[in-house]
């Protein structure tokens, strides 16, 4: 089992629309979770942490499911500047692992 | 702040040549990471620096040297570069804390 699975899409999606992503991840030790988002030829850029309570920032939902080991990502009445590449990145200690990324289009 | 610099942003090398890439952070990060991303591979960790002279390996290494003389600079080296490094390659920081890291703008490396 790879360490951070993510479904690649591309997920098309109209304007106005809620979409959701998931992401798991196999080492039950992790201990910090995020979100990125990609821009195409772009630097990933932090989206937000992910807690085991939920966090929300706008349109924008996470949540972290340990016993299933499953991190989520609402997104709601979705705007065409939310298409990008979506990382789910896992912490172990000294490292750093990334999903590699779902694809979102939002079509006008 | 800067934040995190990347230099170059663009070379391109012939197969044997070598270079080095120099990743510079203002913002006293103690861990610094070199991560290569690839069509369809997602970003895969090439190595990284828990602190100011110390370096690891992460999951592909191989072609690649690395060093941390002083806290802010995390450089990359290709002694012998062949044309599978053809790459973006991203440099990271983050503090102690792992409250999100901060990427460099990357470096677009082709080897002909």
């Known amino acids: 089992r790879k360490e951070v699975e993510q479904d690649p899409g591309p997920f098309n999606v109209p304007e106005g629309a809620t979409v959701a992503f998931n992401c798991t991840y196999s080492?039950?030790?992790?201990?910090?979770f995020f979100w990125y988002r990609q821009d195409c030829r772009k630097e990933p850029k932090l989206l937000m942490s992910?807690?085991?309570s939920g966090n929300e920032d706008g349109r924008f939902t996470a949540q972290l499911n340990r016993a299933s080991q499953y991190i989520s990502l609402l997104i709601r009445d979705s705007k065409l500047s939310d298409s990008a590449t979506y990382l789910c990145v896992v912490n172990k200690d000294d490292k750093i692992i990334f999903g590699k990324g779902t694809r979102l289009h939002i079509l006008p | 702040n800067a934040g995190v610099t990347q230099t170059p942003k663009f070379r391109v090398l012939k197969t044997g040549q070598s270079m080095t890439l120099l990743c510079a952070q203002d913002m006293n990060h103690e861990y610094m990471y070199w991560y290569r991303q690839d069509p369809g591979m997602g970003l895969r960790l090439i190595h990284y620096s828990v602190g100011e002279g110390t370096t690891a390996k992460g999951e592909v290494p191989d072609g690649y040297n690395v060093s941390r003389l002083k806290k802010q600079n995390f450089l990359l080296g290709l002694e012998s570069a062949a044309p599978s490094q053809t790459s973006v390659y991203f440099c990271a920081s983050r503090p102690l804390r792992a409250e999100g890291y901060t990427f460099g703008s990357g470096t677009r490396l082709t080897v002909v």
């Open positions: 080492n039950s030790a992790s201990q910090s």
């Open positions: 992910v807690y085991s």
